[in-house]
């Protein structure tokens, strides 16, 4: 480009398995382990020109490994993701980002950083989308696991009681929760209303449950589920 002049950039794709393509697979990088890294090597290979300016449509801000690894991240979750409401608000902050917004890179590179992990008051976290948030996709991934748990304890078929606060998406929470639970062998228990913790605690043993799941955040900040 001539001095001052906007960048330029063209991006093309090649095909895994297309002649003159090799990749080689390498360690997955700490930001996003559960997508896989490699290095690719290139032959006198046909590939295909994407539509568009390569800067502004997919690189800008994504211009380091790890951003363009959040990138692909955002791209999956976005598929994954049965909720209008987080999809819309990922498109946003995506959308801020590639236009230059550091609040939005800030938000995804945080909700992106890694998954929610378990403590002391259970998986709590702020609500929106990414690993890193407490959401849908994050509850039936935690719903999938205990099912798994469960039946390789050899408790399927057993009843898991699920109850829920008064919390923005709490029941949402619950129902995805018990739908899992149910497509996995369990017979889940579903509270018609919310209900304090105590009383869920309460089900487990009085209609004997092999396990219970209590969708709340206690005394978090409003803004966060768990």
């Known amino acids: 480009e001539a001095p001052g002049a906007a960048p330029h950039l063209s991006l093309c794709v090649v095909y895994n398995g297309s002649p003159g393509v090799r990749i080689e697979p390498l360690p997955s990088l700490p930001l996003m382990p559960d997508i896989g890294h490699a290095r690719l090597y290139l032959e006198q290979v046909h590939c295909e020109r994407l539509a568009g300016d390569g800067w502004d449509a997919y690189v800008k801000p994504f211009r380091s490994i790890e951003d363009?690894?959040?990138l692909a991240a955002i791209t999956a979750w976005l598929t994954d993701d049965?909720?209008?409401?987080t999809q819309l608000a990922l498109t946003h902050l995506r959308d801020g980002?590639?236009?230059?917004?550091?609040?939005?890179l800030a938000e995804i590179t945080d909700a992106f950083a890694g998954p929610l992990t378990f403590g002391t008051a259970g998986l709590r976290g702020a609500l929106g989308p990414g690993p890193g948030r407490m959401n849908r996709v994050v509850v039936a991934r935690a719903a999938a696991g205990l099912a798994g748990y469960l039946v390789d304890q050899g408790l399927a078929g057993g009843r898991v009681i699920v109850g829920y606060d008064a919390r923005y998406n709490s029941d949402v929470f619950a129902a995805?929760?018990?739908?899992?639970?149910?497509?996995?062998g369990l017979k889940p228990l579903l509270c018609h209303q919310h209900q304090p913790t105590p009383v869920v605690a309460f089900g487990i043993r009085h209609y004997g449950c092999v396990a219970g799941v209590i969708v709340t955040a206690s005394h978090n900040p409003p803004k966060d589920n768990g």
């Open 68 to 70: 363009l690894h959040v």
């Open 82 to 85: 049965p909720d209008p409401a």
């Open 97 to 104: 980002a590639r236009d230059g917004d550091p609040s939005a």
């Open 176 to 184: 995805d929760t018990a739908e899992i639970l149910a497509g996995a």
